[in-house]
């Protein structure tokens, strides 16, 4: 009878290391991989556009701000060892426009005579720098996480050139951690593990911008599933939450200095965009991203030697999308129209 319950008991054992087996195997392939896909000397083509609108309130008067940025980047790599993946990003395009109170400045490198050049030629040479800069950037491609940025030092002389002022405050905000977010082909979205429809996680990060103050940035994710339009695509349906603290160094250099106060996320308005990303396995990289956010709070501001109250609300949507030709033509576009 022993020997029965032994060989029962060892058969129901047999049978559960079968079912776990079986249950991993189906696990494993229930999850989706994430993993961005690179090939040596194939280049990829990305676009990042940002739209901000937002409401200043000082001594009792509503100040207005639209700004919209558009950068097209292009992505080669150059190196690809295991999971260690060596791109050059170049800037070769962008668009920039910024709308105060009704009265725009806009360049376009699309154009040669970009309007507002002559009444900014300052701003003019700035945004004219951003053209054609580039960057050496290690990426660890499972992950995606970048583990080096080298071009900081050209691009702050460019920028700074003429300028002791700008020169000091780009050598305080181009951080070595706040260039890798910004030179990041996966904009800090995805994920290292596969994921089972249904799963969620974080992701937190902190961008310190030295004299300007800090953001942090915790993005909770969900993912979907296929996208149930395009039906080729993954979906993670994202939730960012950005939290903004005034500097806590030195801010000599600047014209003005955030003393106090916070910027937090509220509930988006119901107009504005869900922030969602859609990923395509099959190329290994992302198809398209939106993050939306609203944010609001009040900052004491000093300048020249007065210190002002300042309400602020900002909306803002950054959407980003890859594909492997360049984009067509148009607003900061470098692909010329056709005649």
Excluded at 72 to 78: G, V
Aim: proline share 4%.
């Amino acid at each position: 009878m022993s020997r029965v319950r032994v060989g029962v008991a060892g058969l129901f054992l047999a049978s559960l290391a079968v079912v776990a087996l079986v249950a991993s195997r189906a696990d494993a392939q229930d999850k989706q991989s994430f993993t961005l896909k690179l090939e040596k000397d194939k280049a990829f083509y990305q676009k990042t556009d940002t739209v901000v609108a937002q409401i200043i309130k000082v001594q009792g008067q509503d100040l207005t701000q639209k700004q919209q940025s558009t950068f097209f980047f292009k992505w080669t790599p150059e190196k690809i060892e295991g999971e260690k993946a060596t791109l050059k990003q170049k800037v070769e395009g962008l668009f920039m426009s910024i709308d105060i109170s009704g009265n725009p400045i806009i360049y376009d490198s699309a154009k040669k005579e970009p309007a507002g050049s002559a009444s900014n030629p300052g701003l003019m040479d700035f945004f004219k720098g951003l053209e054609g800069t580039e960057f050496t950037v290690v990426l660890n491609t499972k992950s995606g996480a970048v583990e080096k940025v080298d071009g900081k030092e050209e691009l702050a002389k460019k920028l700074g050139a003429g300028s002791a002022q700008m020169d000091s405050l780009l050598k305080k905000i181009l951080t070595d951690d706040s260039l890798k977010q910004m030179a990041d082909p996966t904009a800090g979205l995805l994920t290292d593990a596969g994921r089972a429809v249904g799963d969620k996680w974080d992701r937190k990060t902190t961008l310190n911008l030295g004299p300007v103050g800090s953001y942090e940035v915790k993005y909770d994710f969900t993912y979907k599933g296929k996208d149930e339009k395009l039906k080729h695509l993954d979906r993670i349906e994202v939730s960012p939450t950005i939290t903004f603290k005034s500097p806590t160094e030195s801010t000599e250099g600047l014209l003005f200095k955030i003393k106090s106060g916070t910027l937090e996320t509220k509930a988006l308005d119901p107009d504005q965009t869900p922030s969602v990303i859609l990923f395509n396995s099959a190329l290994g990289r992302i198809e398209k991203a939106t993050i939306s956010l609203k944010m609001e709070g009040e900052l004491l501001v000093g300048i020249g030697g007065n210190d002002t109250k300042v309400a602020l609300s900002q909306r803002q949507t950054t959407t980003v999308e890859q594909q492997n030709d360049p984009f067509p033509p148009g607003q900061g576009s470098p692909t010329p129209a056709k005649k």
